[in-house]
Each structure stands twice: as C-alpha cells, then as structure tokens.
C-alpha cells in the first residue's frame, strides 16, 4: 500500500527566505507524485507533479520539486517566499500502473506561516 | 481551462438525514473520485468510479455511502443516515482517459449537527 509521510506540522518562514518542505513517500514502484496547496477553506490547487523524466520539476509560483528514488522523497522547495504563500501543503502519491487512473494517497499536510 | 464543480458549497443537515452532494466532473473524463477531509486533517480517498462502477474504496465508505452517476454530466456522493462524524469537506476529482492530473472540485463542507 502507497503512504506519505510529511515529517513536518507547522513551518514558519521570514518572506523573502527559501522554503523546503519535507515528504517521504513509500511505494513498490515508480510512484507517481503531487504537492497541492490548500488556502483556509478553500480547495486544492495543484502546484506540480512528477510522473517520470527529470526529477527537478518546475511547478507554478515559483515552487519546484526535486525527485530522490534513493531517499524516496520529494522534497518541495521556493527561493524566495512571499506572504501569500502562507497556505497547508500536502504531498500525495499515486499508483502508477499503466492504463488506470489510481486514487490519491495524501501525507497529513504542512502548515506554512509567513512572518513580514 | 475545464473546472469541476460541487454544489452546495456548504450543507448543514441533523444527525439521522440523507444528505446528497453534487459534482459535476470535467465533460470528457471517465474516472470520478471522492475524498474528504475532516477539519484539521489530511485529505482521504473514499472511493473511485469508472465505467459505472465502483472502482475502488477505502473502509471509511460503508453502507452509509454510496455513488452514482445518474446522467451524463452529474456525480454524486449520497449518505444515507448521516452521523456527526461524518462533518467534513468532501471534494469531488476526476481524471481523463491518459491524463496525469486529478482536477480536484471546491469542496462541500458537510455541517452534522
């Protein structure tokens, strides 16, 4: 069965400073994976995905992703922070069998304060 | 750009109710999903659909729950005797035939009282 795990609840970050969150993920092949982010009340919006190909993926504002099969993450990252970034991430997994599309499994979400 | 949709965007029913949520998936996709997410905790898989069927679903979705989709372009989660546990958001997905990405819905969020 497909986990995720998101080692980190809550993250604070001065605007303007590099982000780095953390998911480890557990699958027996080649996962497919995805980071959303969640605004308060609001719903998920996909920031980026990795099925297969380089594993530096380039997702929307300004975040990006890096693949590591050897350490089985996939680490989300930003340069440079702004306040409207403040929002929960989740990292989800995806089966990746050929021909079919496979539920979601999400990690338990990070929380991302912004401080001015 | 295609968008899902749920309808309402909040419910509040009594304990004991059936409640249905709406979703109406992207016009060409094939798979449909449920998810929810109880207040402050991650997101769940409830069930998928594909070709009228239920494709796969997690434990959480027992004989209270239940899917259909009665037309061409609506889906929707039924509960039949709703339990104060069952308070939560619930988003709609749906993903098309050799896509990569599930478009996810709003959400309703499902008041129990």
């Known amino acids: 069965a497909q986990s995720v795990t998101q080692p980190d609840i809550h993250i604070t970050v001065s605007e303007g400073a590099s982000l780095e969150l953390r998911c480890n993920y557990s699958?027996?092949?080649?996962?497919?994976l995805f980071w959303y982010v969640q605004s308060p009340g609001q719903g998920l919006q996909l920031l980026l995905k990795?099925?297969?190909?380089?594993?530096l993926v380039q997702g929307i504002k300004g975040f990006e992703a890096e693949f590591k099969r050897s350490q089985s993450s996939f680490n989300l990252r930003k340069p440079s922070v702004h306040w409207s970034d403040a929002a929960e991430y989740f990292c989800?997994?995806?089966?990746?069998?050929?021909?079919?599309?496979?539920?979601?499994?999400f990690g338990t979400g990070t929380r991302l304060q912004v401080t001015l | 750009e295609p968008e899902v949709t749920q309808t309402p965007s909040h419910q509040v029913t009594q304990m004991g109710q059936e409640v249905i949520l709406r979703c109406v998936p992207i016009?060409?996709?094939?798979?449909f999903y449920w998810y929810r997410q109880i207040l402050g905790q991650k997101v769940e898989f409830l069930v998928s659909f594909y070709n009228n069927e239920i494709s796969e679903k997690s434990e959480i979705f027992d004989d209270q729950f239940s899917v259909e989709r009665p037309d061409g372009s609506n889906f929707t989660l039924k509960i039949r005797s709703t339990k104060l546990e069952d308070s939560a958001m619930y988003f709609c997905a749906s993903w098309g035939q050799g896509g990569r990405e599930q478009y996810f819905g709003p959400g309703t969020r499902l008041t129990v009282t």
């Open positions: 989800a997994v995806g089966a990746s069998y050929t021909g079919t599309a496979s539920k979601l499994t």
């Open positions: 699958y027996g092949a080649t996962p497919y």
């Open positions: 990795y099925f297969s190909g380089d594993t």
């Open positions: 016009s060409n996709h094939l798979y």
